[in-house]
């Protein structure tokens, strides 16, 4: 069962970029999809991006042309630019879709006004 470490969480002013990373213990070009998940406190985790192998990458309407998923043969980014006091969440990757499976431990993003 593969392993995921999330990594590139912190602080940052609004208007500022994070990267982060999602390093799996294993190749990844098999798992479909591959994806970021944030939960924001007191709301239910939600989908921000995730990358169907070989089908179109999806992306929450309030994320669109601010951040950018990728991968590699075994790790998932997050490119995050102009953030915003909303996106503070903590962000988990996920391999192989919601309701089945795997979750990293998640990474803090907190963005300050």
């Known amino acids: 069962q593969v392993q995921l470490v999330e990594s590139g969480g912190g602080l940052v002013q609004a208007g500022g970029s994070l990267r982060l990373s999602c390093a799996a213990s294993?190749?990844?070009?098999?798992?479909?999809?591959m994806g970021w998940y944030r939960q924001a406190p007191g709301k239910q985790r939600e989908l921000v991006a995730d990358m169907p192998r070989g089908g179109t990458t999806n992306y929450a309407d309030s994320v669109k042309g601010r951040f950018t998923i990728s991968r590699d043969k075994n790790t998932v980014y997050l490119q995050m630019n102009n953030l915003q006091p909303e996106d503070t969440a903590i962000y988990y990757c996920?391999?192989?879709?919601?309701?089945?499976?795997?979750w990293g431990q998640g990474t803090q993003v907190t963005v300050s006004s």
């Open positions: 996920n391999a192989g879709g919601s309701s089945s499976g795997i």
């Open positions: 294993r190749l990844i070009f098999s798992i479909n999809p």
